[in-house]
């Protein structure tokens, strides 16, 4: 029998990082670079709102919220202010509430 099948295997919500992962606090955002020219205005705030959603939903699963039901609207709002972000919009909270939910 193989030494890899005699291992357990780890829980679904247990880490399997060989040592542990240190997070950065407090977040720092990356450098910003410029958008493509000559896309609709439309595009550019999708964009935005995609990227300041994505930030969220890292900054809450590194705070130890996991699922999107825990995310509430206030908890979000309340992230952003922590990291230091404006407070994001309703459509925002959903966005971030989906990348939590499809990113399983």
Known sequence: MPAAALKPKPLPTQST???????DSPYEPVAKRPLPAGRPREWYVTHNRRLK????AIAL???????????????IRSTA???????????TCHMVRAFMRYSR
Do not use: C, N, W
């Open 81 to 91: 202010a922590e990291i230091g972000m404006r407070p994001p919009s309703d459509t």
């Open 17 to 23: 990082a060989r040592h542990p992962v240190l997070f």
């Open 61 to 75: 699963l590194d705070s130890g919220i996991y699922l999107p039901a825990q995310a509430r609207d206030d908890k």
């Open 53 to 56: 959603a994505m930030r969220l």
